[in-house]
């Protein structure tokens, strides 16, 4: 990607986290939102708007990215009046699965520590001869 498709992304990402987070007033968006990626299309045109809520049930993030569909033309139209650009992207918005699954393993490691008594083991430093 260019640097102008680059810069205008994280511009994209850090506007509609605000937008979401505080500007819209939709009952179906009740967790704190991430925009964890905007990706640009070449002509700016198109935004594909990833986005989680950490700690939000399956149930959760199905009835938030209704709201957020729901809710992408007013996003679209806030978005306009906040950047200096001819062209405001059209919003495809997504959850983020990648996010989901992260934190699901480290939820599962931090289970997996729970459940593992006494301290971890210490690992003794490689005692192999280095070619100097």
Not at 24 to 45: E, F, G, H, Q
């Amino acid at each position: 990607m260019s640097r102008r498709i680059d810069k205008m992304a994280s511009l994209v990402r850090h506007t509609l986290a605000e937008l979401i987070n505080y500007r819209l007033n939709d009952p179906r968006i009740s967790v704190p939102v991430t925009v964890t990626a905007v990706d640009l299309s070449p002509d700016l045109r198109q935004a594909i708007v990833k986005v989680t809520a950490l700690g939000a049930t399956d149930a959760q993030l199905r009835t938030l990215l209704r709201g957020l569909r729901h809710a992408s033309g007013r996003l679209s139209r806030m978005l306009g009046d906040r950047m200096d650009s001819k062209t405001v992207p059209h919003l495809d918005i997504r959850i983020d699965e990648q996010a989901i699954r992260t934190q699901q393993t480290l939820e599962a490691i931090r289970k997996a520590m729970e459940e593992t008594p006494g301290p971890a083991p210490e690992v003794e430093p490689s005692r192999e001869k280095t070619n100097e």
